[in-house]
């Protein structure tokens, strides 16, 4: 049987591979083996799939070009500066970290105030994040659900005046373009 020589393997990567290999009960090589086979089994669309999903998820959003501040933040050694609101990178792991690593995971979300998203076999699971972005999250929902009631009261008025117009028959007929734009006015206020 043919054999295979991995070199220069990151101390971090084994580190994890023999945890992976002790909590399945396995030798470190086997559990490699493993690892590789599963890999080498999977059919070629699996790349596209998740392309797909990718589009998917982005379909309909539009980006502001930032190559320009992106080239900016790049150091004279070529490597991306981290620059708050220029570029975020998704900090994504495998929900295995969470038993091995989670002092590393608690310190991103903590520094970078950055979720921290795991996965489960290439799909999100959970997402982790600091208590002081959480409740950001929080306050953030609960004033959008309390703007949210209060124009959905504003409407519902403007609709019962319209129909008690109706009703009345004074009635003055405007294009639509033009009773949105009322309507919005008188929300404003």
């Known amino acids: 049987m043919p054999q295979l020589l991995i070199r220069n393997l990151e101390d971090e990567t084994i580190q994890r591979l023999k ?20 890999v080498a089994r999977q059919p070629d669309e699996l790349p596209l799939a998740i392309a797909e999903r990718w589009q998917g998820y982005f379909a309909g959003r539009s980006f502001s070009d930032r190559t320009e501040q992106v080239r900016q ?3 004279n050694t070529g ?10 990178m998704p900090h994504i792991h495998p929900v295995s970290d969470l038993k091995n690593n989670l002092n590393h995971l608690t310190e991103i ?5 950055e979720p921290v998203y795991l996965t489960r076999k290439g ?5 982790l994040m600091g208590m002081e ?11 959008s659900e309390e703007e949210d009631a209060e124009i959905e009261a504003l409407w519902v008025a ?4 319209r129909y008690r117009s109706i009703q009345e028959g004074t009635v003055t007929c405007i294009p639509a373009e033009e009773a949105m734009k009322q309507a919005r006015e008188r929300i404003k206020r």
């Open 158 to 161: 403007e609709i019962q005046e």
């Open 109 to 113: 979300c903590r520094k970078e105030h």
């Open 73 to 75: 933040g790049r150091s």
């Open 133 to 143: 972005e959480y409740e950001n999250l929080l306050s953030k929902l609960k004033a």
């Open 79 to 88: 490597k991306l500066r981290c620059l708050k609101g220029v570029v975020s």
């Open 123 to 127: 799909h999100g699971e959970l997402v």
């Open 19 to 38: 945890t992976l290999a002790k909590s399945h009960n396995r030798s470190l090589q086997g559990e490699v083996k493993l690892l590789l086979e599963e």
